[in-house]
């Protein structure tokens, strides 16, 4: 089950995309919680009532999928930017070193 959580207006807006649940709030753990407790109420309904599977495949609009993979390629994007960040001063700190010691026996 995917979620969603996304500043809007100066509101905190929880999607559940997967059964499209929409929520709305303050407070980001509230919001995150109360998208949950939907997703779990929707999904237990159905569940009980044994009602038709369409009911569980009911995804958001694609506005809501598009921020999601959007956030995901972000989130990657800055992951490769630290690995790069980080192997670049791997090296700038072994060159350091490196020219200490070299000072160091001269």
């Known amino acids: 089950i ?11 807006i ?6 499209d649940i929409i929520e709305e709030g303050d407070n980001r753990e509230k919001v995150m ?14 569940m009980r009532h044994n009602l038709p599977d369409e009911l569980l ?8 999928w598009k ?12 992951h490769i930017e630290k690995i790069v960040a980080d192997a670049v001063q791997q ?4 060159k350091s070193l490196n020219s200490a010691y070299t000072k160091t026996i001269a």
């Open 33 to 46: 919680q109360s998208i949950f407790d939907a997703a779990q109420a929707h999904l237990q309904a159905v």
């Open 67 to 78: 921020k999601y993979f959007d956030f995901q390629q972000e989130i990657k994007k800055r």
């Open 14 to 19: 929880g999607v559940c995309l997967t059964f």
């Open 91 to 94: 090296v700038y700190d072994r």
């Open 2 to 12: 995917e979620y969603l959580i996304y500043t809007e207006k100066d509101k905190l």
């Open 57 to 64: 495949n009911r995804y958001a609009p694609q506005k809501y």
